[in-house]
T-cell receptor, first 120, second 113 residues
């Protein structure tokens, strides 16, 4: 399957600072990437859909000014958590959508390994 | 409301034993159903994907079934190994575009020696 990487894999920062997380599709181009957040013992929750060359679409309840998303190329999307606070501590996972050409039955999302953010 | 319910929430089995995880969904429209394995501190990895016309699909020791009439799916793990310890997530897609996924809460499986 397609490979998606994230960097960093973990980060610890002080309250009030900003943190940038990168999501890369390594062996394919992705016009659409997704950002999820996962709290302990809970399932993934979609935060936003990142579209290459256009503004991201945020889910209800997600502050777009706090979670800045940039999808400047077909292989890279970044999530910046601005003025991070302890309640932003979570596991952030990105995914990239593979669009199959031809008479495909469905498209597929491949997930990155996740980034553990801890805000002190 | 579109929902995906998984059971049990957690499960402990002995190495070598089989187990079956359940997934019930009320998602509509329905395009396909996926099972993912998520190791602790890692992103989900796809195990199987089934459309409404597929009843079963296997991936090694993992076999998924789907009953689109009753809106139920199961994931059967055969001859469990310690490395099978993980969370297993059932995900239903509303469309073929792959951009509308509804996630289940997952089943946390622990395989003990």
């Amino acid at each position: 399957g397609a490979v998606v990487s994230q960097h960093p894999s973990w980060v610890i920062c002080k309250s009030g600072t900003s943190v940038k997380i990168e999501c890369r599709s390594l062996d394919f181009q992705a016009t659409t990437m997704f950002w999820y957040r996962q709290f302990p013992k809970q399932s993934l929750m979609l935060m936003a859909t990142s579209n290459e060359g256009s503004k991201a679409t945020y889910e209800q309840g997600v502050e777009k000014d706090k979670f800045l998303i940039n999808h400047a190329s077909l292989t890279l999307s970044t999530l910046t958590v601005t003025s991070a606070h302890p309640e932003d501590s979570s596991f952030y996972i990105c995914s990239a959508r593979v669009v199959y050409s031809g008479p495909s039955r469905y498209n597929e999302q491949f997930f990155g390994p996740g980034t553990r953010l801890t805000v002190l | 409301k579109n929902q995906v319910e998984q059971s049990p929430q957690s499960l402990i089995i002995l190495e070598g034993k089989n187990c079956t995880l359940q997934c019930n969904y009320t998602v509509s429209p329905f395009s396909n159903l996926r099972w993912y394995k998520q190791d602790t501190g890692r992103g989900p990895v796809s195990l199987t994907i089934m459309t409404f016309s597929e009843n079963t699909k296997s991936n090694g020791r993992y076999t998924a079934t789907l009953d689109a009439d009753t809106k139920q799916s199961s994931l059967h793990i055969t001859a469990s190994q310690l490395s099978d310890s993980a969370s297993y997530i059932c995900v239903v897609s509303l469309n073929n575009a792959g951009n509308m996924l509804t996630f289940g809460g997952g089943t946390r499986l622990m395989v003990k020696p």
